[in-house]
């Protein structure tokens, strides 16, 4: 079975930093791309950033240069660091994975800046 387990998240004031992490098992985590999402109250899913298996990178225009996503093949783990953060990037993120024609998501996360 494909397994994302999510670590991180929390309380933090606006301008400071967070990191997630989600850990996979289940599938051969090397030759997946692996995306960060979030849900903003009252508001639907948005992609955040990705980060293919040969390492590129994307972001939404509103966390670039301010978010990082990268990856450790060796545990399997993508992570997502998180830097100057504003109070509209509140919400629940959820990293998640495609394979053999179903999404597979992690059990999501709260984050919230306060200002």
């Known amino acids: 079975q494909v397994y994302l387990r999510q670590s991180g998240g929390g309380l933090v004031q606006a301008g400071g930093s967070l990191r997630l992490s989600c850990a996979t098992s289940?599938?051969?985590?090397?030759?997946?791309?692996m995306a960060w999402h979030r849900q903003a109250p009252g508001k639907e899913r948005e992609w955040v950033s990705s980060?293919?298996?040969?390492?590129?990178?994307n972001y939404t225009d509103s966390v670039k240069a301010r978010f990082t996503i990268s990856r450790d093949n060796a545990r399997s783990t993508v992570f997502l660091q998180m830097t100057n953060l504003k109070t509209e990037d509140t919400g629940i993120y959820s990293c998640q994975t495609f394979w053999r024609g179903r999404n597979y998501w992690g059990q999501g996360t709260q984050v919230t800046v306060s200002s």
């Open positions: 289940g599938i051969n985590f090397r030759i997946h791309t």
């Open positions: 980060i293919t298996s040969s390492g590129t990178t």
